[in-house]
C-alpha cells in the first residue's frame, strides 16, 4: 500500500510556523504583512477563491485587502490600480485573481506587479531568478509540492521525474525547481505531443501530474513503487452527488495506490498546499522588505 501525502497536514504545520514568524515580526516592527487581492468581475468562482485567500491572511495574523472592481473596469484603469500599489509601502504582496475579462491583457497585468510584492511568482522577473536558481517568490503550487517531498523526505537528488503539463503555473516551474543544485533531479517535461509517454512515466521515480484531464495517469503508466504527485482538479461528472459531480485529480488513484511507494489524493494533496504558500511568499516579502533586503 502507498503512503498518502497528507497535504492538510503538512498545510497545517507550515502555517503554524507562519503565524509564529508573524508574531515575532509584529513585536519587533509593529507590522504584520499585508496582502492585497485584485478581483475583476463576478466569476462565482473567482470570488470564493479571494473568500479563502482572505480567510488565510486573517488566520495568519496579516491585514489584507481585496479590491472588487467591475467587469467593465478598463485595462488602464487595472494597471493604474497595480502600480498604486506597488508604490504603497504598507502592501508586502500582490495578487490578481485569474482569469481576467477578455478585454484585458492577463500578460500585460503580470508584467506590470513589482517582482518584490509578486506573491503568486508569475512575473517575467520572478521566473528568470527561478531558472538561475537566485531567491525569489516561487509559483505557489510548485512550492507546495517541493515542501511535501521535503516534509515525506522523499529524495530527489539522482531520481528521474517525469512531469506532464508545461504551463506557466505548474510544469515549467517545478521543472526548473527540481533542477536546482539541493533537489538535483533528473527531469522530463512532457507535452500533447509527446509520442508515447508511457516510456517516460514507467521509467520515472517521480511523477507530477498536471494537464487537467480526469484519469489521464493510469495504473499501467506507472512502475511499482514510483512516488506520484497529483496536481489535477478536475470536475467529473457523477450523479449520486448533490452537485451532479465531485472532484478527481489527472491521476486513476484506485489503479496507482497499491503500486506507488507515495501518491496524493485529490482532494487533501497538493491543493491545500497552494493557497499557504501564498501566505508563505506573502510573509518572505514582507520580511526583505523591513530588513532591507
Known amino acids: 500500500m502507498s503512503t498518502i501525502i497528507d497535504g492538510k497536514k503538512v498545510s497545517l504545520a507550515i502555517r503554524e510556523k507562519i503565524l509564529s514568524e508573524t508574531q515575532l515580526l509584529k513585536a519587533e516592527y509593529g507590522r504584520v ?10 466569476d462565482p468562482a473567482s470570488q470564493t477563491y479571494v473568500a479563502t485567500k482572505a480567510k488565510a491572511a ?9 479590491h472588487y472592481l467591475p467587469e467593465e473596469t478598463t485595462e488602464e ?10 508604490e504603497d509601502e504598507r502592501v508586502s504582496g500582490i495578487l490578481v485573481q485569474l482569469p481576467l475579462p477578455k478585454h484585458i491583457s492577463e500578460e ?47 529524495p530527489t537528488a539522482g531520481k ?16 526548473m525547481m527540481l533542477m536546482q543544485k539541493g533537489m538535483d533531479a533528473t527531469v522530463t517535461v512532457l507535452n500533447s505531443y509527446t509520442p508515447d509517454v508511457r516510456e517516460f512515466t514507467l521509467n520515472a521515480d517521480i511523477i507530477i501530474a498536471a494537464v487537467g484531464i480526469p484519469f489521464y495517469l493510469r495504473g499501467d503508466m ?5 512516488v506520484v504527485i497529483d496536481v489535477g482538479i478536475n470536475r ?16 486513476a488513484y484506485d ?39
Not at 486573517?58 to 481585496?66: A, L, R, V
Not at 493604474?80 to 506597488?86: H, Y
Open 160 to 175: 528521474k521525474v517525469a512531469v506532464l503539463g508545461r504551463s506557466n503555473i505548474v510544469g515549467k516551474p517545478i521543472a
Open 236 to 251: 467529473y461528472p457523477d450523479a449520486t452527488k448533490k452537485k451532479g459531480y465531485r472532484v478527481v485529480g489527472d491521476c
Open 108 to 154: 500585460k497585468v503580470i508584467h506590470t506587479i513589482d517582482v518584490k510584492k509578486d506573491v503568486d511568482g508569475f512575473t517575467p522577473e520572478s521566473t528568470g531568478l527561478l531558472a538561475i536558481g537566485e531567491p525569489c517568490l516561487a509559483p505557489c503550487t510548485p512550492a507546495g509540492i517541493i515542501e511535501l517531498l521535503k516534509y515525506y523526505e522523499i
Open 77 to 86: 484603469e487595472l494597471l493604474s490600480l497595480v502600480k498604486e500599489l506597488n
Open 222 to 226: 506507472v512502475r511499482e513503487g514510483a
Open 33 to 42: 504583512p499585508r496582502l492585497d487581492v485584485i478581483l475583476v468581475g463576478s
Open 255 to 293: 489503479e496507482l495506490a497499491d503500486k506507488c511507494s507515495y501518491i496524493t489524493p485529490v482532494p487533501g494533496g497538493v491543493g491545500p498546499m497552494t493557497i499557504t504558500m501564498l501566505m508563505a511568499n506573502t510573509l518572505k516579502a514582507f520580511r526583505a522588505s523591513v530588513e532591507g533586503r
Open 58 to 66: 486573517i488566520e495568519m495574523g496579516f491585514e489584507h485587502q481585496d
